[in-house]
C-alpha cells in the first residue's frame, strides 16, 4: 500500500531549522550515546551545532572508545553516509513524519537519519537491527513516547519505501536533482549552467561516491613493484592511476592505511592523484630553492623534496603552528631531510629572498573533494567564493615577489569553481604581464589539461577536482 503523505515542494522544504534543544548534550549526556550507532548520533548532533569539520569530530571519538577495526569502518560509513545524503534522507523523513519533523530535536532528527540511511544504502544490515538501535538511542534520551514514534516512522518507511516519490525531474530539475543527489540548491543551479543537465547530473553523481584510498609511493625508498608485491601479499585489492604511474587507488575504503608497515617505513604516503599531479607540475628539479607558501599537512612538500631526489632547499611554511608537526613526522617517516618547515602567514610573509619555484597550494572552497569530504557541501556558501578569491589573490601577489626572474609559480587549488581558477590566473597576467604561462601540456598527460591548465573532475577523471597553473617569470 503506497504511504499517502504530501510535501511542499519548495526550495527551503528539506533544510533543517535552528532550535533550542531543550536537553543539554553536557557530559551527563555522554553515557546515552553508547555504541556505533549511538557515537554515530553524538557526531552528527554536535556537527550540527558547531563549526567543526567533520572529520576532525569523528578522528576524535575514535580516540576515545575502544572501537575494533569493523566497528571504526561502520562509524565511519554512518557519519558520513547521513552527511552524504542527508537532504534526500530528510525529504523521505518528512514525508513520513507524524508531526512536523523539522520541529525534532536534532539528536531524534540524526536518530532517524541513521536509522533511514542504513535502510537506503546498507543492505547487508538487517532492517530490524537499524530500527531497533535508533529507537534504544532515542529511548535513553527522550523516552518511550518519543521512541515509540521513531519505531513508527523507520518500519513505515521499511514496508513502503517502493513507493516513495521524489520531486518530479520535469517540473523543477533543480530541485530534483538537489534532493535526489543531495546538493545545497545553489550548488546545483551553478553547474547545471557551467555544464549542462547530463554532465551536471554525472558530477553530482560521482561527488557521492564512496572515495577509495589514494596513496603515492616514495620512489625514495621504494618501487612500484616492492609496493605492489606487498598490496598482493596482503590480499588488498587495488588500481594503478591511469595518469601516474606512482599513484595507486586501494579498493578497501575501511582500511587503516598507517597499519602497513609499508607506511609506517616510509614506503607510502596518502595522496590524491589530482594532488600529485599538481606538484609534478611544478617541475624541481635536484639542488634548487623551493617554497611552499601553503604546506600543511605536507603532501605536496613531500612529493615536491621527492622529485628534488632530496637535494636543494625546500621551504615549506603554514599560517598554524599546530600543523607544523604534521609536516615534519610527515618528512621524517619519509626520509625528507631537505624540508624546512616554518610557521607563516602566506599573505604577509617576507622572506627577504627569492626561489626557483615558489607553490601556492592556496585555501579554497574545497568542491572538488566533495566525495572524501562530503560535510563541504554544507559548510560552504556561494558567498564564499568572492572572499576566497580575494585571499587567493593576496596570496599570489605575495608570491609573485618571492620567485627570481626565469622561476615559476605553481598556482593550485582542490576546487573546480572558475573564480578559485582560471578567473585569479587571468587577472594574475593582466596584472603582471611579466608572467606568462607555462602549458601543463608540456608536462602531464594531455587527458588532465585543459588550455594550459591542469584541470580535472571527479565525473570525468574520477580522482578530485583540481586545478594548477605553471607560471613563468620572464624578467
Known amino acids: 500500500m503506497e504511504t499517502?503523505?504530501?510535501?511542499?515542494?519548495?526550495?527551503?522544504?528539506?533544510?533543517?531549522?535552528?532550535?533550542?534543544?531543550?536537553?543539554?548534550e553536557s557530559n551527563e549526556l555522554t553515557p546515552y550515546f553508547i555504541g556505533v550507532r549511538g557515537i554515530a548520533v553524538k557526531i552528527l548532533s554536535r556537527f550540527e551545532r558547531s563549526d567543526a569539520?567533520?572529520?576532525?569530530?569523528?578522528?576524535?571519538?575514535?580516540?576515545?572508545?575502544?572501537?575494533?577495526?569493523?566497528?571504526?569502518?561502520l562509524l565511519t560509513e554512518l557519519v558520513n553516509g547521513v552527511i552524504r545524503w542527508k537532504w534526500k534522507l530528510d525529504w523521505v523523513l518528512t514525508g513520513f513524519y507524524q508531526g512536523d519533523y523539522l520541529k525534532c530535536l536534532n539528536i531524534v532528527k540524526n536518530a532517524l537519519r541513521v536509522g533511514l540511511y542504513q535502510?537506503?544504502?546498507?543492505?547487508?544490515?538487517?532492517?530490524?537491527?537499524?530500527?531497533?538501535?535508533?529507537?534504544?538511542?532515542?529511548?535513553?534520551?527522550?523516552?518511550?513516547?518519543?521512541?515509540?514514534?521513531?519505531?513508527?516512522?523507520?518500519?513505515?518507511?521499511?514496508?513502503?519505501?517502493?513507493?516513495v516519490r521524489f520531486p518530479e525531474k520535469a517540473e523543477d530539475l533543480q530541485?530534483?536533482?538537489?534532493?535526489?543527489?543531495?546538493?545545497?540548491?545553489?550548488?546545483?543551479?551553478?553547474?547545471?549552467?557551467?555544464?549542462?543537465?547530463?554532465?551536471?547530473?554525472?558530477?553530482?553523481?560521482?561527488?557521492?561516491?564512496?572515495?577509495?584510498?589514494?596513496?603515492?609511493?616514495?620512489?625514495?625508498?621504494?618501487?612500484?613493484?616492492?609496493?605492489?608485491?606487498?598490496?598482493?601479499?596482503?590480499?588488498?585489492?587495488?588500481?594503478?592511476?591511469?595518469?601516474?604511474p606512482t599513484s595507486i587507488i586501494l579498493k578497501s575504503p575501511r582500511l587503516d592505511i598507517r597499519s602497513l608497515e609499508?607506511?609506517?617505513?616510509?614506503?607510502?604516503?596518502?595522496?590524491?592523484?589530482?594532488?600529485?599531479?599538481?606538484?609534478?607540475?611544478?617541475?624541481?628539479?635536484?639542488g634548487q630553492k623551493v617554497l611552499d607558501m601553503c604546506a600543511a599537512p605536507g603532501g605536496k612538500s613531500f612529493l615536491l623534496a621527492e622529485l628534488m631526489k632530496n637535494e636543494g632547499e625546500l621551504i615549506?611554511?603554514?599560517?598554524?603552528?599546530?600543523?607544523?608537526?604534521?609536516?615534519?613526522d610527515g618528512a621524517r617517516r619519509l626520509g625528507l631531510n631537505i624540508i624546512k618547515a616554518t610557521t607563516a602567514d602566506a599573505e604577509t610573509v617576507e622572506l627577504g629572498e627569492e626561489f626557483d619555484i615558489v607553490v601556492t597550494d592556496v585555501p579554497c572552497s574545497g568542491l572538488g573533494t566533495i566525495s572524501k569530504k562530503p560535510d563541504i557541501k554544507w559548510k560552504r556558501e556561494r558567498e564564499d567564493l568572492p572572499v576566497l578569491q580575494a585571499m587567493q589573490r593576496r596570496i599570489l601577489l605575495n608570491a609573485v615577489h618571492h620567485v627570481k626572474p626565469g622561476g615559476a609559480i605553481l598556482y593550485s587549488t582542490c576546487t573546480t569553481e572558475p573564480e578559485?581558477?582560471?578567473?585569479?590566473?587571468?587577472?594574475?597576467?593582466?596584472?603582471?604581464?611579466?608572467?606568462?604561462?607555462?602549458?601543463?601540456?608540456?608536462?602531464?598527460?594531455?587527458?588532465?589539461?585543459?588550455?594550459?591548465?591542469?584541470?580535472?573532475?571527479?565525473?570525468?577523471h574520477y580522482i578530485d577536482g583540481a586545478f594548477a597553473a605553471r607560471l613563468i617569470k620572464k624578467s
Open 420 to 460: 578559485e581558477n582560471t578567473d585569479n590566473i587571468k587577472w594574475l597576467l593582466e596584472v603582471f604581464p611579466n608572467f606568462e604561462l607555462d602549458p601543463a601540456e608540456k608536462y602531464l598527460p594531455g587527458e588532465v589539461c585543459s588550455n594550459g591548465f591542469l584541470q580535472t573532475y571527479p565525473h570525468k
Open 119 to 163: 535502510i537506503l544504502f546498507l543492505e547487508k544490515i538487517p532492517v530490524h537491527a537499524a530500527v531497533n538501535e535508533s529507537v534504544e538511542i532515542v529511548k535513553k534520551i527522550q523516552g518511550d513516547k518519543t521512541a515509540g514514534l521513531v519505531n513508527a516512522v523507520l518500519r513505515n518507511i521499511a514496508r513502503n519505501i517502493d513507493n
Open 262 to 286: 609499508i607506511f609506517r617505513d616510509g614506503l607510502i604516503t596518502i595522496q590524491d592523484t589530482s594532488a600529485a599531479l599538481a606538484a609534478k607540475l611544478a617541475n624541481p628539479t635536484p
Open 53 to 73: 569539520y567533520l572529520e576532525k569530530l569523528l578522528d576524535n571519538e575514535i580516540r576515545n572508545n575502544n572501537f575494533n577495526q569493523m566497528d571504526k569502518g
Open 4 to 24: 499517502d503523505y504530501t510535501v511542499d515542494n519548495s526550495e527551503n522544504n528539506i533544510e533543517i531549522v535552528e532550535q533550542t534543544e531543550t536537553i543539554s
Open 316 to 328: 615549506s611554511i603554514d599560517k598554524y603552528a599546530a600543523k607544523m608537526r604534521f609536516i615534519e
Open 175 to 244: 530541485y530534483y536533482l538537489s534532493v535526489v543527489y543531495s546538493h545545497p540548491r545553489w550548488m546545483v543551479k551553478r553547474w547545471l549552467e557551467r555544464f549542462g543537465e547530463q554532465e551536471a547530473e554525472a558530477l553530482l553523481s560521482a561527488n557521492n561516491r564512496r572515495p577509495f584510498i589514494p596513496i603515492r609511493i616514495n620512489t625514495l625508498k621504494a618501487t612500484q613493484e616492492n609496493v605492489l608485491q606487498y598490496l598482493n601479499e596482503k590480499g588488498i585489492s587495488y588500481f594503478v592511476s591511469r595518469f601516474i
